[in-house]
Nanobody, 124 residues
Framework: QVQLTESEGGSVQAGESLRLSCQAS????????MAWFRQAPGKEREFVGA????????QYVDSVKDRFTISVDDAKGTLFLQMNSLKPEDTAVYYC?????????????????WGQGAQVTVSS
């Protein structure tokens, strides 16, 4: 059974950095896409970015390009989201996710397994 366990989020000031992790277990992840989503109060769940576990290829939503970096530690079975230059509009609950398929997707409905969520709050 696939399990995704996220680290706790945190509260930071605008311009600061924060790193989230997502411990993955239950299957081999090397052939799959791992993604990060976020959801702010009253808003739809939004795609942040994704990574191909096997070759490290990444995709990001425009609003986080050049600020956020997704990576994996294959030996530890862990996915990371490094967030730099954080802005108040980055405030949300962040989720890691993966799917049963191997296709790239930015739609949350295409993902089958989810972490429990981590609250990230950025104050100005």
């Amino acid at each position: 059974q696939v399990q995704l366990t996220e680290s706790e989020g945190g509260s930071v000031q605008a311009g600061e950095s924060l790193r989230l992790s997502c411990q993955a277990s239950g299957r081999t992840f090397r052939s799959y896409i791992m993604a990060w989503f976020r959801q702010a109060p009253g808003k739809e769940r939004e795609f942040v970015g994704a990574i191909s576990w096997s070759d490290g290829q990444t995709q990001y939503v425009d609003s986080v390009k050049d600020r956020f970096t997704i990576s994996v530690d294959d030996a530890k079975g862990t996915l990371f989201l490094q967030m730099n230059s954080l802005k108040p509009e980055d405030t949300a609950v962040y989720y890691c996710a993966t799917s049963r398929s191997r296709a790239w997707s930015s739609w949350h409905t295409d993902y089958d397994y989810w972490g429990q969520g981590a609250q990230v709050t950025v104050s100005s």
